[in-house]
């Protein structure tokens, strides 16, 4: 390229970098201030939840009764310090007496709290237009006190007469947080402008790290086979049809690092990496380290027949020797191979199908090699998306129904509803969620599944009308739109029974919007229907849902039911804090995966209203409990 022509590319993107620097200033601040208005609204909701829990409490005049029952005040106090958080700095309640005069009815500082009838003077007038307008004001910093952001003035109003004020004071170290939030990315910026051609090369040396840091977690530093990410890639730009894999595990390696030390076990592991990629890499194949001693291997199908080459790696690294610190060691590995079917699209699914095989193995004494048969390779297509559009079309989909028993009475409250798929070529067997459940989320056919499930579940409630039902609804449920319609116009038309059905909300993403999502469970809930927080205790499901979610029912999450049978003592322990908790809150308390009678014993122990597991009940097809 021509001088000028270099230059004039240089100057073009110079401007074009300082134009985008500008803009991406500009949104910053957007971005920054958006967000502070959306906390603020949050705060809204947050006073308007807090006011109509006083009100519930209170039905009479608040000034009066605050006054003369000490034991409520108490109580009030403490409710209103539970909700203070690190964005809170106080939360009180304030009456104006006859003088014109701002006292404290409440006060939820944990340090310090003020007296009943306190005088409060307030350096804004905005609390005199609350009393007046009955409508929530937002005093700012420089109008509030010290140490505070800006208050939120809610009024109280019963009879057209503002009762009260709540006031709730957002923290200074909270604002500051907000506006230092992008604080980052304006620094950028400002030296973007600054330093506009040192960042076109440190975008140039950003490349080059990035290069480096690409080829690093692609490839394994010790035995220079691929990572688990670089599968993933992989398969994103070749069909998973068109290879075959094996997947191997060294037996009992711990024992080598344990005799010998860290450092010779990695010598042997490489040198064991290195014999692998002698027998594949000349057919094209890939190594690719899963775990510790574990490793996947994927060779092109037209290279050899898997059953060939499997028996072939399994013994020459049966007869292979290491020597280590003058010793000869020899490994012994399990394998599980597998032709990969034509149309599967889903590597985890082969993945899935040699490990539940290679565990076979080892469970057998270990030290062997299994290929994979014809009824292994149907599986595989149960993880296949077009097997699975074609089974939702068709509606080869069956419900069944597992009980949920009351602990102590051992008698069935309600069941849960659980879907399986039909098999195209055998109706007689079932296709468990556990096949096809990852490879749909997020996509339409998931939504499509949904509403099937939950059509069934209308026709069985109005079938059999002395049951109740529980159904599963996803985050991704509640936020599409024709799925809320379609729960919507059948909870409408079915009102009758409405109120015999559960929705259990499964999430594998935190929730953000806590306000659309609490009025979505307003929707639900409309006709009488509860909900249910499934898998409460792990994942995401938090305490924060108590508090900001209307809710009726805590499902405790199996791995924590699972964990008595290895932990009891501390298990039961984590177990009766829950039971606390949801007394207090007066929730529904449902533990799952009871698999035994020792677990069973253990919920009517710990006094868990509900019990669900294979012990009390499998998942039938609802005649089969009913009769």
């Known amino acids: 390229m021509k001088q000028q022509y270099l230059n004039r590319f240089i100057l073009l993107l110079t401007a074009l970098l300082?134009?985008?620097?500008?803009?991406?200033?500009?949104?910053?601040?957007?971005?920054?201030?958006?967000l502070k208005k959306e906390e603020i609204k949050k705060s809204e909701r947050y006073a308007q939840k807090i006011a109509n829990y006083i009100q519930s409490k209170i039905e009479t005049d608040i000034e009066f009764t605050l006054a003369n029952d000490p034991e409520l005040r108490q109580e009030l106090n403490r409710v209103l310090q539970t909700f203070l958080?690190?964005?809170?700095?106080?939360i009180f309640l304030l009456k104006k007496d006859a003088k014109g005069y701002f006292r404290f009815l409440l006060d939820g500082s944990k340090n310090d709290p003020e007296d009943f009838n306190a005088i409060f003077f307030p350096k804004s007038e905005l609390f005199e237009q609350v009393c007046k307008t009955h409508k929530m004001q937002i005093v700012r910093q420089q109008e509030g006190v010290e140490h505070v952001w800006l208050s939120l003035v809610y009024p109280l109003v019963k009879h057209n007469h503002t009762e009260a004020l709540l006031v709730l004071d957002l923290s200074e170290?909270?604002?500051?947080?907000?506006?230092?939030?992008?604080?980052p990315l304006m620094t950028v910026v400002k030296i973007m402008q600054i330093f506009l051609f040192g960042s076109l090369l440190l975008l140039a040396i950003i490349l080059y790290r990035y290069s480096k840091f690409r080829k690093s977690i692609l490839e394994d530093t010790l035995t220079s086979s691929y990572t688990k990410l670089y599968l993933e890639e992989f398969f994103n730009r070749y069909k998973v049809d068109q290879y075959n894999a094996i997947l191997l595990d060294i037996d009992e390696f711990k024992q080598v690092n344990t005799k010998y030390g860290h450092k010779s076990g990695d010598t042997v592991l490489k040198m064991f990496v290195d014999t692998i990629n002698s027998i594949v890499s000349p057919l094209k194949g890939k190594?690719?380290?899963?775990?510790?001693?574990?490793?996947?291997?994927v060779i092109p199908k037209d290279q050899v027949k898997i059953g060939i080459v499997a028996k072939k790696l399994f013994e020459i690294l049966k007869e292979k020797k290491y020597l280590v610190e003058n010793e000869v060691v020899s490994l012994t590995v399990s394998m599980s191979a597998i032709e990969v079917p034509k149309g599967t699209s889903s590597v985890q699914n082969i993945l899935r199908l040699l490990d539940e095989k290679?565990?076979?193995?080892?469970?057998?004494?270990?030290?062997?090699l299994g290929i994979l048969g014809i009824e292994h390779l149907d599986e595989s297509l149960y993880g296949n998306m077009d097997y699975i559009r074609e089974a939702l079309e068709e509606e080869r989909l069956l419900c069944l129904y597992q009980p949920i028993f009351h602990t102590e009475k051992k008698e069935i409250v309600k069941y849960e509803t659980l879907v399986r798929l039909i098999d195209k070529d055998d109706p007689d067997k079932l296709i468990s969620p556990y096949h096809f459940m990852k490879v749909i989320k997020g996509t339409s056919q998931y939504i499509k599944m949904s509403k099937l499930v939950l059509n069934r579940a209308f026709s069985t409630l109005k079938m059999y009308p002395d049951i109740e039902l529980s159904v599963n609804l996803d985050l991704d449920d509640l936020y599409n739109s024709d799925m809320m319609k379609l729960i919507s116009e059948n909870l409408h038309e079915y009102k009758e029974f409405a109120n015999r059905l559960t929705f259990e909300i499964l999430e594998d993403h935190e929730i953000y919007d806590y306000g659309k999502v609490s009025l979505i469970f307003q929707q639900l809930k409309a006709y009488g229907s509860k909900i249910a927080i499934d898998d409460f205790g792990s994942g995401y499901a938090n305490y924060n849902y108590l508090i900001q979610l209307d809710v009726e029912i805590l499902k405790i999450d199996g791995s924590l039911i699972r964990e008595l049978e290895t932990e009891p003592a501390r298990t039961k322990t984590v177990l009766a804090s829950i039971k606390a908790l949801a007394s207090t809150f007066n929730?529904?308390?449902?533990?799952?995966?009871?698999?035994?009678?020792?677990?069973y014993e253990a919920m009517k122990e710990l006094g868990i209203e509900y019990s669900q597991g294979f012990y009390l009940g499998e998942p039938k097809p609802i005649e089969e409990y009913i009769h």
């Open 173 to 183: 170290a909270y604002g500051k947080y907000l506006n230092d939030f992008n604080s």
């Open 85 to 90: 958080t690190q964005q809170y700095q106080y």
């Open 587 to 599: 929730y529904e308390l449902v533990a799952e995966f009871v698999s035994s009678k020792e677990i």
């Open 358 to 368: 290679l565990l076979e193995i080892k469970s057998k004494g270990k030290d062997n």
């Open 18 to 34: 300082i134009a985008f620097a500008i803009y991406l200033q500009y949104t910053i601040v957007e971005s920054t201030h958006r």
């Open 287 to 297: 190594v690719i380290r899963t775990a510790g001693a574990e490793f996947f291997i």
